[in-house]
């Protein structure tokens, strides 16, 4: 593979060939693999941290709703328990995505960070429609008409958030 920089460069000093084609030797090749190498690297690197923050954020979601299904719905309400846990969630989502990117030892790069959310919210998404609606005797359809309008749409914005929140918690905000 040909860096284009390399072609680039050699168009702008006039070094081509016979057919008026750049010339490439086997050295302008060594930088291209070891990009290539370091791309590979990048992703799985971003796969594994992605896994780890999605891991963080289920076991946390996990003891979260159990404390909200057996302490706050049977004394209080369903609806007030379910406002109660979106602010300790995204405590958790904020922990969970800070200590990764700090185990890990990320580059502050909006699209490791991103890549890292994203993996996060696939797991997440493949997880609570294959592993835990089946576990509570539901469908999608089933689900989403069990929500209420207003709260219901909790879970998506929590899940929005959990892909952002690499990205947020590595931000800069001082000047």
Request: proline share 6%; glycine share 8%; aromatic share 6%.
């Amino acid at each position: 593979m040909i860096n284009p920089v390399d072609i680039h460069e050699r168009q702008e000093r006039g070094a081509t060939d016979q057919i008026s084609k750049p010339t490439s030797s086997p050295i302008s090749t060594i930088p291209a693999k070891l990009y290539d190498a370091q791309q590979k690297i990048r992703a799985s690197l971003v796969v594994r941290a992605g896994g780890v923050y999605f891991l963080v954020a289920l076991g946390v979601g996990f003891v979260l709703e159990v404390v909200r299904l057996e302490v706050v719905a049977l004394h209080i309400s369903e609806l007030i328990a379910r406002l109660l846990e979106v602010p300790n969630t995204l405590l958790a989502m904020i922990i969970g995505a800070q200590w990764t990117i700090d185990h890990f030892k990320l580059p502050p790069l909006p699209r490791i960070r991103l890549g890292i959310g994203f993996v996060a919210f696939v797991l997440m998404i493949l997880t609570e429609s294959a592993v835990i609606l089946p576990l509570h005797g539901l469908s999608i359809d089933e689900y989403m008409a069990l929500q209420h309008a207003v709260v219901g749409m909790l879970p998506f914005g929590v899940l929005g958030v959990l892909a952002a929140m690499p990205l947020l918690v590595g931000y800069r905000w001082e000047r």
